[in-house]
């Protein structure tokens, strides 16, 4: 199984970024996905995350300003982003657990998850 994800860059703060992150190499009906980040000096935490029937979970420092989605076809979830906090500034990673079901805040803790991506930077500038 790989995850890759891609999209990150530089944003100022009020301007918007999508970041993508591509799944292969696994069968299987049910999954979670979900987007993680980690900051300068702070812990992985969980930002979004969503399971194959669509239910979503966030994070509350990123509530109605991110929105996950995904392309079930294209085996890719998206992180779309409005971008106005500094703590914004991170490494994204994306984490699949399949045949693994989660809903509500499961979806966002990082134990769920086994596969993950070497992440893609997302820096905010004033």
């Known amino acids: 199984v790989e995850l890759v994800e891609s999209g990150g860059g530089s944003v100022q703060s009020g301007g918007s970024l999508t970041l993508s992150c591509v799944a292969s190499g696994y069968k299987g009906v049910g999954y979670s996905m979900a987007w993680f980040r980690q900051g300068p000096g702070n812990e992985r935490e969980g930002v979004a995350g969503l399971n194959n029937y669509g239910a979503t979970n966030y994070a509350d420092s990123v509530k109605g300003r991110f929105t996950i989605s995904l392309e079930n076809d294209k085996k890719t979830v998206y992180l779309h982003m409005n971008i106005s906090r500094p703590e914004d500034t991170a490494m994204y990673y994306c984490?699949?657990?399949?045949?693994?079901?989660?809903?509500?805040?499961?979806?966002?803790?990082?134990?769920?998850?086994?596969?993950w991506g070497q992440g893609t930077q997302v820096t905010v500038s004033s």
């Open positions: 984490g699949l657990a399949t045949g693994r079901v989660m809903w509500g805040p499961d979806l966002l803790r990082e134990s769920t998850y086994y596969y």
